[in-house]
């Protein structure tokens, strides 16, 4: 049987000198190969860097320049652009799929099944099937006949019900114990103080998950910002760094600088949220 200690490639049971140097060299590559895109990204954004091809992991000339000159080509009205689209976003994102998994988990109505069914076909659909019945919709809105084509509103409402989210509450919804709601009806609670006071607590590492999850999701939407914006003050940063990246003057350190800031917020998420998103992928491990 093989040792508890054992790594998944078995280099913990090596003691000999050579065993060693291979397991050392072997984890040397795996750093390279996953930190090393990173790293060099990281390097680059403080770097003078005007040739694509001489991106290095090894800092020779530091410098903010890249993120002024990011900033003067309006980085900062892009970064706010998709602060206000993923805040607003996941808000919404977050207020549905906690009513929509309340009622899909506690609830029982007709044609149920068709529209989990329904939700989960969803998820199965490339975005680019839905784009252009999408951006008819946005230009022409349902019984209100709003046009939110250019505005950031058109890139919010459409990220109010995302499929994942709705069946992550759903499931974790279906796991609190009926026996506390049926007490707390005894005692004279309703629906609403059920689902605020019980059910809603008790789902905090669902919420961690989908917050994540949701996050980053809105943040690296390209597609959706495409179809709505009509010009460049309604574009997010993911959007406007395609800009950056196909015009001429601006450096790939500069390119690099925007990037950085692109990828930092989402850290951030994930360092907000950990602790919640550890306990929910923990907690869906041990149901399964």
Not at 158 to 185: H, N, Q, Y
């Amino acid at each position: 049987m093989t040792a508890a200690n054992d790594s998944a490639l078995g280099l913990d049971a090596v003691k000999s000198p050579g065993g060693r140097i291979l397991k050392f060299v072997l984890y040397a590559l795996l750093l390279l190969v996953f930190a090393g895109p990173l790293l060099a990204l990281l390097v680059s954004a403080f770097n003078h860097v005007s040739d694509p091809t001489a991106l290095s992991v090894v800092p020779s000339s530091p410098t903010l320049d890249n993120f002024g000159i990011a900033f003067d080509l309006g980085v900062g009205m892009y970064l706010l652009n998709s602060f206000l689209v993923v805040g607003f976003g996941l808000l919404l994102q977050v207020i549905v799929s906690v009513l929509a998994g309340y009622a899909l988990a506690r609830k029982k109505f007709r044609f149920m099944t068709f529209v989990l069914v329904a939700i989960l076909a969803t998820l199965m659909l490339p975005e680019e099937i839905l784009a252009i019945p999408l951006s008819l919709i946005l230009s022409d809105l349902p019984v209100v006949h709003f046009n939110l084509i250019g505005s950031l509103a058109g890139m919010i409402v459409p990220l109010g019900a995302w499929a994942f989210s709705i069946l992550v509450m759903t499931e974790f919804m279906k796991d609190v114990p009926r026996e506390l709601e049926e007490a707390a009806r005894i005692d004279g609670a309703g629906d609403l103080r059920i689902f605020a006071q019980i059910i809603l607590p008790m789902c905090k590492p669902a919420l961690g998950v989908i917050g994540v999850f949701g996050f980053t999701m809105i943040w690296d939407q390209y597609l959706l910002p495409l179809l709505v914006s009509t010009d460049s003050s309604t574009y997010t940063l993911p959007l406007a760094l395609r800009t950056l990246r196909i015009d001429t003057n601006v450096t790939p350190g500069v390119i690099m600088a925007a990037s950085l800031l692109a990828l930092l917020p989402s850290v951030a998420a994930f360092l907000f949220f950990q602790r919640s998103f550890v306990r929910g992928l923990a907690s869906g491990a041990l149901k399964g």
